[in-house]
Every structure is written in C-alpha cells, then in structure tokens.
C-alpha cells in the first residue's frame, strides 16, 4: 500500500540555523500539506500546496518558512532561522484530490531545536 | 469557542465493548469530517471520513454525523486492546477549499483486556 515518506525521523538543530525537512507523497496525489504537532498538543495546519503553488498558509507559516516542489516527487519544508518554539513534530500528508480532502499522513519529522 | 472540540479522556472501556466518541464544531460551514488515530509517538492514520448526515460503517467503525447539531461521533464496536491511542477529530471547511484540517486536541481511549 502506498505511503507518505518522511526524512529525517529526528533533526536536531541549533537555534537560528536552517533546517529542510523532506516527504514524498504518495504517487497520483495531487494536494500535499504540511502540520506540526508540538509535544502534548494539538495537530496544526501549517500550509496547503497544490499545482505547484501554495493554496493556503495559517499565521504560523510566517516567513521563516518556505515549501517546495522540486520535482515531481519530493516536497520540502525549509525553515530558514530555527527558533526553540519551532520543536515539534512536523507532518506531511497528501491527498488525492477527491472532493472530500481525505488526508494521509508519513510518520513526521521530530525537530528538536536546541 | 474551540472550533473543534472534543472530551480529552481517558475513556476507559472493558475489552469488547462499544467506545464512543464524540466531537463538536464550531463551524457551520464545515462539509468533511475525518477520524484519525494516534499512537503515541506516532503519526495521525486515517480511520474515516463522513460527510453526508447520518451513519457510515466500516469495519467495526461507524462515523455518525448531525450538521444541525454540528456533532460527529465514532463508535467502535467489540474494542480491542490496541484500539487504544488517541482519536483524533478533524473538520474541513466549506469556506477553505483547500483542504485545510482543523484538528481537536483528541480523546484518548483506553481498552482494558
């Protein structure tokens, strides 16, 4: 069965430094999305992106944040000067493009921001 | 007011039990509806989605959906030990159209053997 994937598991970064977390959605899937979780919270949309552009971003995508799609199979977050508030587990998830938006998400980046 | 809302738990059931689930949102104009399960540690899985009123059974799952009451529940029927994690509720926007989830902060379930 087709899975979202997600590199690496575990980023460990110093505060102020850049940061791309990488997924690749499951093959045909037309949306992919981006969400965090931090610890013992719930999950967060960050931004939506589809036909190669982004559709729709919350407030916490600010500009420290970009998304990518630099081929025709991977999508990256970048977060250009890591903060500690951005620790947290980052979610990738795709969609088919029914109508009914129905989600799979890979099994997340944790970033640890030290 | 939490646009989505959810009882954080423990709800606690014996093994084989119905465990039911219950979600509110604050939206009216919300259209899809979608249980995930999670493990700790882990990522969000897919049980079910719903967007008509009424019932949608799959498995031992049943999504039920009231627009006018804005509710949706998940019931689990004859639960099993590793039904238990934290189920999460999340709810699309009719006005997003984009696919935005907005997420409750998940129920946590136990199954007791």
């Known amino acids: 069965e087709p899975e979202v994937t997600q590199t690496p598991s575990h980023q460990v970064t110093q505060m102020g430094q850049e940061v791309i977390l990488r997924c690749v959605p499951i093959s045909n899937h037309l949306y992919f999305y981006w969400y965090r979780q931090i610890l013992g919270q719930k999950v967060e949309f960050l931004v939506s992106f589809y036909n190669n552009e982004i559709s729709e971003k919350s407030e916490i995508f600010d500009d420290q944040f970009s998304v990518e799609r630099p081929d025709g199979s991977n999508f990256t977050l970048k977060i250009r000067s890591t903060k500690l508030e951005d620790s947290a587990m980052y979610f990738c998830a795709s969609d088919p493009g029914s109508t009914s938006y129905e989600q799979y998400f890979g099994p997340g980046t944790r970033l640890t921001v030290t | 007011q939490k646009e989505v809302e959810q009882n954080s738990g423990p709800l606690s059931v014996p093994e084989g039990a119905i465990a039911s689930l219950n979600c509110t949102y604050s939206?009216?104009?919300?259209?899809?509806f979608f249980w995930y399960r999670q493990y700790s540690g882990k990522s969000p899985e897919l049980i079910m989605f719903?967007?008509?009123?009424g019932d949608k059974e799959d498995g031992r799952f049943t999504a039920q959906l009231n627009k006018a009451s804005q509710y949706v529940s998940l019931l689990i029927r004859d639960s099993q030990p590793s039904d238990s994690a934290t189920y999460l509720c999340a709810v699309n926007r009719d006005s997003s159209n984009t696919g935005k989830l907005i997420f409750g902060q998940g129920t946590t379930l136990q199954v007791k053997p």
């Open positions: 719903i967007y008509s009123n």
């Open positions: 939206d009216r104009g919300s259209q899809s």
